[in-house]
C-alpha cells in the first residue's frame, strides 16, 4: 500500500480519536532534512495529517546519556548541528521552536523510578530538528527531548514509553526518532539491501505487528541478528520507547519500509487510536 493512501487512511481514523498518536520516524541521513525525496516528502504529508499537539517529547537517537535519563528543560532549545562533512546548507539550517519548561520537568517527576533529571544544556540534535523541519515546518510547537540510556536493557526503554503513555491524552505528541536497522559500517551507495538487514527490518515490523514486545526487547533471543543490525543500539530505541507507549487500543499504521544505503532501514510508524 503507497504511504499516500495510508495517510489518508490515518487522517481519517485521527478524526475520531481524543488520544495523541506515537509516532517513530526512521531518519536516515542529515541530509533528508534540506532534500526534497520520498522520505522528507512522506513526513511533510504526516505532519499535515496528525493532530496538531500541544507539546512534542522527542527521543532521538543522538542523545545518549549513561546512568541518567536526562530531559530538556532549556526555555529556547538550541539547534544542535551534531554532524561534520555536509554541506553548509545543512549546517546553516535552525529549528528555533520554543521548549516546555514546565512540562519537561514533570516528565522528570514521572520518570524518577528511571534516574531522570533536569537538563538544560543539550538542545534540538539533527534526529529531532531534521524531521520536525518538515512535520512542523513553522517551528510553533514547544518541542523538548528525552536522552536514552544506553547502559539500560531494551525492555528498560519499553517500560519508558509505558510510563510516558499517560501524556497522549494532554495533547502531548510522543516522537521517537532512529533507525530499525543501523549499521553505518557495512553502508553501500546504491546497493541492494543486505539479507540480513531485510530480515531483522521484518523481523521488527512483524512482532510490533503482533504486539509482542517482549520480542523486539529480547536481546538474547535476537542474537546475531541484532548485533549485525546494531552494532550500537542508540538507533533502535527510540522506537523500543514509541512501541511501549502504545497500547491494545492503538492501529499500527506502517511508513516508507525501504532500506536505504543496503544497511539502514527507514521504516517509520505511528500508533493511534
Not at 511533510?44 to 546519556?65: E, F, K, Y
Not at 530531559?71 to 554532524?83: E, G, L, N, Q, Y
Not at 502504545?246 to 532501514?265: C, G, H
Request: glycine share 6%; aromatic share 8%.
Amino acid at each position: 500500500m503507497s504511504v499516500a493512501r495510508d495517510l489518508e487512511k490515518l487522517k481519517d481514523s485521527l478524526a475520531a480519536s481524543d488520544r495523541m498518536p506515537v509516532v517513530f520516524l526512521g531518519h536516515g541521513s542529515p541530509m533528508n532534512a534540506i532534500e526534497d525525496n520520498a522520505y522528507s516528502r512522506s513526513w511533510s504529508r504526516l505532519g499535515q495529517t496528525l493532530p496538531r499537539p500541544q507539546a512534542i517529547l522527542v527521543v532521538s537517537a543522538h542523545w545518549m546519556t549513561k546512568g541518567t535519563t536526562l530531559v530538556d528543560v532549556s526555555a529556547m532549545p538550541r539547534t544542535i548541528h551534531d554532524f561534520y562533512g555536509f554541506p553548509d546548507e545543512l549546517f546553516a539550517q535552525q529549528y528555533p521552536a520554543a521548549g516546555a519548561p514546565d512540562l519537561a520537568r514533570e516528565v522528570t517527576t514521572l520518570l524518577a523510578s528511571h534516574h531522570a533529571e533536569d537538563d538544560d544544556r543539550w538542545g534540538l540534535d539533527h534526529g529531532a530538528w531534521s524531521v520536525l523541519t518538515w512535520l512542523y515546518p513553522q517551528a510553533d510547537v514547544p518541542v523538548f527531548q528525552l536522552s536514552i540510556d544506553i547502559t539500560q536493557d531494551l525492555a528498560w526503554h519499553v517500560e519508558i514509553g509505558r510510563l510516558l503513555s499517560d501524556l497522549r491524552n494532554r495533547g502531548v505528541l510522543i516522537l521517537g526518532s532512529g533507525n530499525v536497522v543501523h549499521n553505518l559500517r557495512a553502508m553501500r551507495m546504491g546497493g541492494k539491501p543486505y539479507d540480513w538487514a531485510m530480515e531483522f527490518d521484518h523481523h521488527f515490523a512483524d512482532r510490533l505487528n503482533d504486539r509482542d514486545l517482549g520480542a523486539i526487547s529480547d536481546r538474547k533471543g535476537m542474537g546475531e541478528l541484532l548485533r549485525i543490525a546494531h552494532p550500537s543500539l542508540e538507533h533502535y530505541l527510540p522506537a523500543l520507547t514509541v512501541a511501549g507507549a502504545s497500547d491494545e487500543r492503538d492501529q499500527l499504521v506502517f511508513m516508507t519500509d525501504t532500506i536505504d544505503l543496503a544497511s539502514v532501514s527507514m521504516r517509520s510508524f505511528v500508533f493511534h487510536g
